[in-house]
């Protein structure tokens, strides 16, 4: 995550403006004194500094990792008549930052001798809402549009191959000769429009492989955009009306934006998946991947620091005699309040330093780059092995393999365990089968029984009621205490065995000849007092006939 470079540039007092200033600079802190207003910036540069110290403070290092394959975005900002346009273009004493960032970036390309490079570049304006290219100045209202490939780009705007510095800015000046400007009551020579100058690099390795062919396909491809910005303004001090306040008004409201946008995404709005509005203008939809997208972004806020400023007024107006006039060559002139717009420009630069952009290298890779990448990967890597590195990465190895074997011994481990659950189930389902059948025969013998008994009650019935079975007493059988010899025996057996009653319930209900409860009562108990109940209930059975 790379912030956003703001830095502040005070504008040398005109003869129209008054000596005095209220604001205080100290170090990197710009204030009024007694007021609760404080900001602070990466840098801040006083009135005799020079555009190269402007320069050299952020943007040859934007202009540098350009080359490199990042994006990068610098533009001037402030109120109209602030010196935005000087900063960006310069004169021919003291040269602009587009100037020295042309300068430095082909001598920068010139000591890269394992690149190759193309540079192209482009002019555009944005004026009134519309985007103009200024260097063909019939191609206008021209529309933004956006792919995977190229990302956020203008349609049918020119791209001019240049290989030299001096080619770069012949085209500047002639783009600038098709540039809007007016005269406002502040400002002789205003911009009217807002402008990108434009760089498009692109590079590859050059360097051959043993076969004579490019060592990597890999394409880079980075813009560096340059912009000055038109200035904010008010129609009652800039004394606009028709066109200017047509223009005017247009400015302002990307300018708005421009500052909504700054606003958003200082408050973390984009993280927050709140809407940051960039395409309510075209500046802002333009200069989006500048906003916290991928690039290196400078802001360069342009102020003055004068209290008041004399605006020349070209005629009188009606509410004209509202103001404070004085006569000079058959002119009017008014004092203008710049504190005001001083403290809204810093306002917005001071919002600006909390934006952070995620910058990377912007590169096109074929599937045969990308092949090549990786075997040089590979081929990097058996060299540290052999090289210094390799006891250190055998060491690593080594863990590696000890990790693997633990791996795979705890995975036969859990192996030999499935097997004995699945050894285990095996025997288990065994021994339900062979309950199962045992529970079928048990069943088939209670059948049996059953039918022997319904005969045998046939048979009893017709005996006469005075008969009793063998000596026993009658006051015996009423006291249900029948014993056989082998009904005692297994009884017995059964009550060893058993616990909870079993005995005094099994008693009762052979007592009573209440056979197949008896033996409902015999099949919950456990598999080997079944199997001795159930051969003495047979054996009881045919005791008792």
């Not at 549009?145 to 049918?156: D, P, T, Y």
């Amino acid at each position: 995550m790379e912030r956003i470079h703001v830095s502040v540039r005070t504008r040398p007092l005109s003869p129209e403006d008054t000596t005095t200033s209220p604001w205080r600079i100290s170090g990197k802190s710009i204030f009024i004194p007694n007021q609760p207003s404080k900001f602070e910036f990466d840098r801040i540069f006083r009135e005799d500094s020079k555009t190269e110290e402007v320069y050299r403070a952020r943007t040859e290092d934007i202009v540098a990792a350009a080359v490199r394959g990042f994006n990068g975005t610098v533009f001037a900002y402030g109120q109209t008549n602030s010196g935005k346009t000087f900063t960006m273009r310069g004169s021919s004493t003291d040269p602009g930052v587009i100037p020295l960032a042309v300068h430095d970036l082909f001598g920068i390309i010139q000591e890269e001798m394992n690149r190759e490079f193309l540079l192209r570049m482009s002019y555009m304006e944005i004026y009134n809402e519309e985007i103009n290219d200024l260097l063909v100045p019939e191609h206008r209202k021209l529309q933004i549009h956006e792919s995977l490939e190229r990302g956020i780009f203008v349609a049918g705007l020119r791209e001019e191959i240049v290989a030299s510095p001096e080619q770069v800015l012949e085209l500047m000046e002639f783009g600038e000769s098709h540039r809007h400007i007016g005269e406002t009551n502040m400002n002789l020579y205003s911009s009217r429009s807002h402008t990108i100058f434009r760089m498009i690099i692109e590079s590859r390795d050059k360097t051959e492989d043993e076969n004579g062919n490019s060592s990597c396909d890999a394409v880079r491809v980075s813009v560096l955009n340059l912009v000055d910005l038109a200035g904010s303004e008010r129609a009652a001090k800039t004394g606009a009306e028709g066109v200017r306040l047509k223009e005017g008004s247009h400015i302002n409201k990307s300018l708005m934006t421009l500052g909504t946008v700054i606003k958003k995404l200082s408050e973390g709005a984009e993280n927050q998946g709140s809407h940051v509005p960039y395409r309510d203008s075209k500046l802002t939809r333009i200069l989006q991947p500048a906003l916290g997208g991928n690039a290196n972004t400078a802001i360069i806020c342009n102020v003055t620091l004068a209290q008041y400023g004399l605006t020349i007024l070209t005629r009188i107006r009606g509410h004209a005699r509202d103001l404070w006039f004085v006569e000079t060559q058959n002119r009017f002139v008014t004092t203008t309040i710049h504190a005001d717009e001083t403290k809204s420009s810093l306002q917005f630069a001071s919002r600006a330093l909390r934006v952070t952009n995620c910058v990377h290298v912007n590169e096109i890779l074929t599937d045969a780059a990308l092949l090549k990448r990786q075997k040089k990967e590979i081929e990097e890597l058996r060299a540290k092995l052999q090289g210094s590195h390799s006891e250190h990465l055998g060491e690593e190895i080594l863990n590696l393999r000890n990790t693997l074997l633990q791996t795979e011994l705890e995975r036969e481990r859990m192996a030999l365990e499935l097997e004995e659950e699945k050894k285990a189930q095996a025997e288990w389902e065994k021994r339900l089968q062979e309950q199962a059948k045992k529970i079928e025969n048990l069943s088939s013998m209670v059948l049996c029984s059953n039918r022997d008994e319904s005969r045998n009650h046939h048979k009893k019935e017709k005996r006469r009621d005075t008969w009793c079975p063998g000596n026993l007493s009658r006051e015996t059988l009423r006291e249900g205490k029948i014993k056989f010899r082998i009904y005692v025996g297994f009884l017995g057996n059964l009550g060893n065995f058993s616990s909870g009653g079993i005995f005094e319930t099994l008693t009762a209900l052979l007592t009573k000849r209440r056979l197949p409860a008896a033996i409902n009562q015999i099949l919950w108990l456990s598999w080997e007092l079944i199997i001795w109940a159930s051969y003495s209930l047979l054996e009881y059975l045919r005791e008792v006939g």
